[in-house]
């Protein structure tokens, strides 16, 4: 196996996109071992890979990782992505958290009952924009709707 971390998910964003965002900003290449059947999930469930039986899962270092956040904190620390002090990851952690609420709204779409989703669709897009992308916006110091 190279020494590039392998990621094993579904071909689709859902939780493992963040990790790759992660992994790209900090400018590491990885292989993808997309889960296409319920057989290759099964088999990462067999063999033991999965520690709570379910993905993502991201073979780096030696192990097998499992858990987004814990993924990505392990990936921010390894890079020093993840704040010089304590103070600095907390506030990375803030954002994190914010973003994992954002996404979660986003991806509950999809469990809506069909005569719900265009009023859900509606209170995810009015939330991303007036209460999670203003604090984005505010981070990054500059306006990135524009």
């Given at each position: 196996?190279?020494?590039?971390?392998?990621?094993?998910?579904?071909?689709?964003?859902?939780?493992?996109?963040?990790?790759?965002?992660?992994?790209?900003?900090?400018?590491?290449?990885?292989?993808?071992?997309?889960?296409?059947?319920?057989?290759?999930?099964?088999?990462?469930?067999t063999?033991?890979?999965?520690?709570?039986?379910?993905?993502?899962?991201?073979?780096?270092?030696?192990?097998?990782?499992v858990?987004?956040?814990?993924?990505?904190?392990?990936?921010?620390?390894?890079?020093?992505?993840?704040?010089?002090?304590?103070?600095?990851?907390?506030?990375?952690?803030?954002?994190?958290?914010?973003?994992?609420?954002?996404?979660?709204?986003?991806?509950?779409?999809?469990?809506?009952?069909?005569?719900?989703?265009?009023?859900?669709?509606?209170?995810?897009?009015?939330?991303?924009?007036?209460r999670?992308?203003?604090?984005?916006?505010?981070?990054?110091?500059?306006?990135?709707?524009?």
């Amino acid at each position: 196996m190279s020494g590039k971390p392998v990621l094993h998910y579904p071909n689709s964003r859902g939780r493992m996109e963040s990790v790759r965002w992660l992994l790209a900003a900090a400018g590491v290449e990885f292989e993808e071992r997309f889960l296409k059947t319920k057989e290759d999930l099964q088999k990462l469930r067999t063999d033991g890979s999965l520690l709570f039986q379910q993905v993502p899962m991201v073979e780096i270092d030696g192990m097998k990782m499992v858990q987004t956040r814990a993924i990505l904190n392990y990936i921010a620390g390894k890079y020093n992505l993840y704040g010089k002090d304590l103070k600095e990851r907390a506030l990375i952690d803030m954002y994190v958290e914010g973003m994992a609420d954002l996404n979660e709204l986003i991806m509950m779409n999809v469990v809506q009952p069909a005569d719900k989703k265009e009023e859900h669709l509606a209170n995810a897009l009015d939330k991303a924009t007036n209460r999670y992308f203003p604090v984005f916006e505010k981070v990054c110091g500059k306006d990135l709707a524009a």
